[in-house]
T-cell receptor, first 112, second 114 residues
Framework: EDQVTQSPEALRLQEGESSSLNCSYT??????LFWYRQDPGKGPEFLFT???AGEEKEKERLKATLTKKESFLHITAPKPEDSATYLC?????????????FGEGTQLTVNP | NAGVTQTPKFRILKIGQSMTLQCAQD?????MYWYRQDPGMGLKLIYY???????DKGEVPNGYNVSRSTTEDFPLRLELAAPSQTSVYFC?????????????FGPGTRLTVT
């Protein structure tokens, strides 16, 4: 069974204080690992897809990396508008219908 | 493009009532999904569809039904609503022409069963 564990559950940062969110996964053959951002009362918004170990992707202050067992979402010099819940999900290569298995998310708060 | 749209935004049901949550997408995506999200939790897959006329169960299908008569629409039916179905429901869609098949989500329907 595919499993995704995200840590920490919640993270408070001061504006400009860089940090990382962790996503550990167990999957029978990884097709893709996905990062989403979710604001309160809204649907998840797609950020990145990573396909293979060693791959990195960047978008503004966010950088996602992937190893064979985990992914990190690095946040550099965060701003209050980066406050959101960040969700990680995996897609197994044998999964029909391209289904995703989600972690429970990390709630990030960036204080000014 | 409107992307993925869902109606209604909010709904309160009494125990035993039934309702249909509507979902539509205008991106010509083949794949569509229904998830539920309970407070502080990740998303759990209820049902999914790989094309018109084809549906399959996800992790938590009990108490729900779906149909997919067109590419654009994927309604979710709740029969005999129960308090355990109080949740936020998200519909999503994805294309078939990419390796990663990232999913795009609607704004959600917040359902309370009392």
């Amino acid at each position: 069974e595919d499993q995704v564990t995200q840590s920490p559950e919640a993270l408070r940062l001061q504006e400009g204080e860089s940090s990382s969110l962790n996503c550990s996964y167990t999957v029978s053959g990884l097709r893709g690992l996905f990062w989403y951002r979710q604001d309160p009362g809204k649907g998840p918004e797609f950020l990145f897809t990573l396909y293979s170990a060693g791959e990195e992707k960047e978008k503004e202050r966010l950088k996602a990396t992937l190893t064979k067992k985990e992914s990190f979402l690095h946040i550099t010099a965060p701003k209050p508008e980066d406050s959101a819940t960040y969700l990680c999900a995996v897609q197994a290569s044998e999964t029909s219908g391209s289904r995703l298995t989600f972690g429970e998310g990390t709630q990030l708060t960036v204080n000014p | 493009n409107a992307g993925v749209t869902q109606t209604p935004k909010f709904r309160i049901l009494k125990i035993g009532q039934s309702m249909t949550l509507q979902c539509a997408q205008d991106m010509n995506h083949n794949y569509m999904y229904w998830y539920r999200q309970d407070p502080g939790m990740g998303l759990k897959l209820i049902y999914y569809s790989v094309g018109a006329g084809i549906t399959d169960k996800g992790e938590v299908p009990n108490g729900y039904n779906v149909s997919r008569s067109t590419t654009e629409d994927f309604p979710l039916r709740l029969e005999l609503a129960a308090p355990s179905q109080t949740s936020v429901y998200f519909c999503a869609s994805s294309a078939r022409d990419r390796v990663g098949y990232e999913q795009y989500f609607g704004p959600g329907t917040r359902l309370t069963v009392t």
